[in-house]
């Protein structure tokens, strides 16, 4: 149709095919938008369970040594989240690490801030964080999941908004008379 309209100098052929393009493109935006918001919801769920089978594998892999990624990882969430193993601090007794250091003690991370002398020894529970970091970690990422939900969900609305604007102004424009010549009686305007 475009290169009709080109070939033939109709340029309400080469108008109609920009449309055309422009409605598949946007089209196509918005049912992945649509597709996005409904997989966000339907896997919202599935979380939980994808986060415990990670950190059970993540916590097996600690081993306190600080060029170890999930090492880092592990104390950086429970440095940031306030939290010490999956369910509390218990959870470390579990530990390959735990038993390799035979001193009774968790990871330095699962000391609460307004500890200054913790050790991470289980001797004083009162100095560690009690609260497990899998809860907050699903959390988390839930709160992240239905930011991007609404996020979609609104640029969803001002396209529809957009395409309905849009709708207007060509209805109004069929009824406009037809544009005039600037130029009139030889004069410019």
Known sequence: ???????????????????????????????????????????RAKVEDEVDRSIQKVYKTYNGTNPDAASRAIDSVQRQLHCCGIHNYSDWENTDWFKE??????PLSCCRETASSCNGSLAHPSNLYAEGCEALVVKKLQEIMMHVIWAALAF??????????????????????AYELLISGGAYA
């Open 1 to 43: 149709m475009g290169q009709c309209g080109i070939t033939s100098s109709k340029t309400v052929l080469v108008f109609l095919n920009l449309i055309f393009w422009f409605v598949i493109i946007l089209l196509l935006v918005f049912v992945t938008e649509v597709i996005v918001v409904v997989l966000g919801y339907v896997y």
């Open 101 to 106: 250091t035979k001193n009774q003690s968790v």
């Open 156 to 177: 969803a609305a001002i396209q529809l908004l957009g395409v309905l604007c849009a709708c207007i102004v060509l209805c109004r424009r069929t009824r406009d008379p």
